[in-house]
């Protein structure tokens, strides 16, 4: 199912500015029970985006009104759905007209069939060789500027590995291709500052909430390939697929048990209301 | 006029990796008295891009059968033609399908309608706030992820700044918004260096081959704004306009003169085969 603007339309224009420039926003969501999980943040963080980049959207009753409609259409159907806002059309290249009005586009999509496995005993990560784009003014959104994702992302064919962790230009770790990053470190929880790459995930955000319920220490701090490498516990997290606990590093001698710590949160996160 | 794939189709699907994640490339070329102006240099860079980016591009014969019914079609008018090349469809999110065929979009659009005074006066121009994003993986190609561009254009709408000058996360200049950028320092031509940031402009290697050919003294380097502030000479350039002199910077008391190396340069670069 796609709607653009509202219609039930699978095309846009070569004009938009999503394509041409990458010149907008995304969010993928769960939708399981009848119910888009965490929506409020991640229109939020969609939001927050928009002011981020000075796109003029204004059509959130819009856009809540068709995420309605697609509920609806779902029903029980578990999917991803997918939102993604552009500047829309027109101006002068990238000088961009400001009457413009965003595009809205809501697609849905089959849930990922990721091995049951990789939430209990875990997986094994690769470190990519692909380094983020360094960029304070871009940090922490969520755009569709995602060549470091993709480029990271395909390095990698074999199944045995599960996400790709990748660092900044300065080798400080960063994310994954498509999660978040915990690690746990003389009992703290700590998970990488998001000041100059990254995207600040939905999930991280309810980790460090639920840390906070929970009283575990807890920074966000600049971690070095060292500090993962002695790391008593690492896990990645994401909206859609909840935490998965790091346990290999491939091509390398490095193992991790699933520790207290990422075993405590994963409860922790079964009670919380999506 | 617009062709996807070679068919007169304005819509591409919201599928499209080029939409997605800015997964692809383009190249803007001038076209003037029925010629695709140095399409050879905008094809050899579409190319490297795709090496570069590993989007397995296979589709040069039909994509120059498609300039040429496009040539035939705008007859004397001069225009704009842009190609954008993008990975194509499918994948499982920033995961290729390596089976996908990469799409190709040709679109035409009105010459740009600058001042004539801007290739002979010259221009004022900004230095930007925004600073681009360091990456040596991206550096030099012109893909679709162009937020940086976009957020610097979008810091002025004053009609008498021509362009806005770009720095990187280092504090080097590195281009303009849509041009290169050169600066003549006792009687050196210099141009900065393009291996962490910036597009390497075709007609910024149109400028140094000049160069060369003139024996003019040259080279590429770290260019810091004070070697912009004490420069002789400065001006941007690309394909499309040739070469805009820069006379002054917004904000501030420095002017230049159009000195006589650019002049020997703009006087060169009427007799180059476009």
Redesign the interface.
């Known amino acids: 199912m796609?709607l653009?603007n509202g219609k039930a339309e699978?095309?846009?224009?070569?004009?938009?500015?999503?394509?041409?420039?990458?010149?907008g926003l995304?969010e993928t969501i769960a939708f399981r029970h009848g119910k888009a999980e965490f929506l409020d943040a991640h229109i939020q963080r969609l939001l927050a985006g928009c002011e981020r980049?000075?796109i003029p959207f204004q059509q959130l009753a819009e856009l809540s009104q068709e995420l309605n409609s697609v509920y609806q259409q779902l029903g029980d159907t578990q999917c991803i759905i997918k939102i993604?806002i552009?500047?829309g059309c027109g101006g002068?290249?990238?000088?961009?007209d400001?009457t413009s009005v965003p595009t809205r586009?809501i697609?849905t999509h089959d849930s990922?069939s990721y091995p049951q496995h990789y939430g209990q005993t875990g997986i094994t990560v690769r470190l990519c060789q692909?380094?983020?784009?360094?960029?304070s003014?871009?940090a922490g959104i969520k755009?569709?500027?995602?060549?470091?994702?993709?480029?990271?992302?395909?390095e990698w064919?074999d199944t045995n590995i599960g996400e790709g962790l990748l660092f900044d230009?300065s080798e400080y770790l960063i994310e994954g291709?498509?999660t978040n990053v915990f690690i746990v470190k003389s009992q703290q929880l700590i998970t990488p500052l998001l000041n100059?790459s990254g995207v600040a995930g939905i999930m991280r955000a309810q980790i460090i909430a639920i840390a906070q319920q929970l009283d575990l220490p807890f920074k966000q701090a600049m971690l070095t390939q060292d500090d993962l490498m002695s790391a008593d516990e690492v896990f990645v997290c994401n909206s859609v697929n909840g935490i998965w606990p790091v346990r290999a590093i491939a091509d390398s001698v490095k193992q991790y048990a699933t520790g207290p710590i990422t075993q405590q949160l994963q409860q922790a996160l079964t009670k919380v209301e999506r």
């Open positions: 796609v653009v699978s095309r846009i224009t070569i004009a938009d500015r999503g394509l041409q420039y990458g010149d995304f980049l000075s993604i552009t500047r002068r290249g990238y000088f961009a400001k586009i697609s990922p692909h380094k983020l784009s360094d960029n003014a871009l755009h569709l500027n995602r060549l470091d994702n993709v480029i990271a992302r395909n064919d230009q291709t498509m100059s």
